[in-house]
């Protein structure tokens, strides 16, 4: 009798349907689909959801704008904040109350989950809380042993970067939204000792009736006027960022890229190469896609392999992981891991694609 699997997501998400697809290749029953704004408004569905033994899979939020503003305004009350309307389509808003809402859910959900034995939980909720806390995460990552790029940590203002820059005497560095996802917000700036800078990034700064506004963009927009980019870093701040030092990425033609890595069971599994021109390289911004393998020599799979099943040990009760690094002369580190980082449509590994490959293996296990 074959395991039934509970998914937590979106009805009709593209993450539904490729898992609904993998299930059929595999001659199994389809999942049964628990809504995020269901279970938000009625938490007793889980239980309800669970009563057999089964597989569960946490799958994000993000598809369903009534989930996210749910979160979202869960997150102002527990922070004692005005609530906010629901953002625009791609508006980057409150993202460290969103995570407050979104920490508070997954609290919720272990404590639901404790009680159920029967369950057989993909990723755990603390670890998935842990990976969305992109700042907290890098620092579990490196007390765990695993190569990370320098930390310069929280930045407060465009004020407090240019202190942090003198301190550690440095004129690049990328910053980080503390709670974004892919590269939403993230912004790879430069100064030089004549005082020009630049910053580049996905989020485009919008200024109307005497308020600032962001969107995330597949665009990458380059801003190099002073008062944009102090308005553009005051932004992020007041919703918590962080910076690290720049690391660059190894070159392939004109282009440049980083590694997706994708953990089953602590093992790297699906691994691609994103390649880019501009210095973000997610997929998402229309970045292409590249073989790993022809790409890098064997030491450097070598140490791609390692530093992955390394970052997966920091992770124990999560099974399936993405990891994002860079991989150069023979060392990696590690840029990110990602709780949901097997969304890669078509990515075969052993011939199964990430859905396919993480059945069998919890099929097998059972």
């Not at 049964?32 to 239980?47: G, I, K, M, T, Y």
């Not at 695993?146 to 550690?168: C, K, N, T």
């Not at 949901?340 to 052993?350: K, N, R, S």
Request: charged share 20%; aromatic share 6%; proline share 6%.
């Amino acid at each position: 009798m074959p395991t039934p699997l509970t998914v937590l997501s979106t009805f009709g998400s593209k993450r539904v349907r490729l898992m609904q697809a993998a299930r059929a290749q595999l001659r199994l029953p389809p999942a049964q689909v628990l809504e995020w704004r269901d279970w938000l408004a009625q938490p007793a569905l889980l239980e309800e959801a669970l009563r057999q033994p089964c597989l569960f899979k946490i799958e994000p939020p993000g598809d369903d704008p009534a989930a996210h503003l749910l979160l979202l305004q869960a997150g102002c009350r527990l922070l004692d904040r005005p609530l906010v309307d629901a953002p625009a389509h791609g508006e980057l808003l409150a993202m460290d109350a969103w995570f407050a809402g979104f920490t508070s859910a997954m609290q919720s959900m272990a404590s639901q989950l404790a009680p159920l034995p029967q369950a057989r939980v993909v990723n755990a909720p603390a670890e998935i809380s842990l990976m969305t806390d992109k700042l907290a995460c890098q620092r579990h990552l490196a007390a765990h042993g695993v190569p990370i790029p320098a930390l310069l940590g929280a930045v407060e203002s465009y004020d407090h970067l240019q202190s942090l820059l003198h301190e550690h005497e440095l004129d690049r560095v990328y910053l980080k939204p503390r709670y974004g996802s892919s590269a939403s917000g993230v912004v790879a700036y430069r100064c030089n000792r004549t005082g020009r800078q630049q910053a580049t990034t996905s989020a485009a700064l919008s200024r109307a009736d005497c308020q600032t506004r962001l969107f995330n963009v597949k665009r990458m927009t380059r801003y190099e006027a002073a008062a944009d980019i102090a308005a553009l870093i005051d932004a992020l701040a007041a919703q918590q960022l962080y910076a690290e030092a720049w690391l660059n990425k190894p070159r392939c033609g004109d282009s440049h890229y980083d590694l997706r890595v994708v953990t089953l069971a602590g093992q790297p599994a699906h691994r691609v190469a994103r390649i880019g021109d501009q210095m973000m390289t997610n997929l998402h911004l229309d970045n292409r896609r590249g073989d790993a393998s022809g790409l890098l020599l064997a030491a450097d799979m070598q140490a791609l392999e390692e530093t992955a099943a390394l970052a997966a040990r920091a992770f124990p009760a999560s099974h399936v992981t993405g990891y994002d690094l860079v991989v150069r002369r023979g060392q990696a580190r590690v840029l990110e891991a990602n709780a949901f980082g097997d969304l890669l449509p078509g990515l075969l590994w052993q011939g199964a694609d990430t859905y396919t490959a993480q059945l069998a293996h919890f099929t097998h296990h059972a």
